[in-house]
């Protein structure tokens, strides 16, 4: 099965399933990616802090992610 990122899912979870997706939160000035506070946010909360479209990135990262 087929790992799924959705607006809902824990960047911590996103991050322990593929490190490799950290450049798309460093990218969107995320930085603390290792933080407690950081890693138990949803992507949306993530998105919204920094003005980035969840539903987006969520598609870019299943993308990198599932080839």
Known sequence: MAFEVTK???IGDI???DETTAEYFTA???H???CPASR???LEEA???H?????QLAK???EHING
């Open 8 to 10: 809902d899912t824990i």
């Open 15 to 17: 991050l322990d399933h």
């Open 28 to 30: 969107m000035g995320m």
């Open 32 to 34: 603390c990616l290792y």
């Open 40 to 42: 138990g946010e949803t």
């Open 47 to 49: 998105c919204m802090v």
């Open 51 to 55: 003005g980035v479209d969840a539903e």
């Open 60 to 62: 870019t990262i299943n």
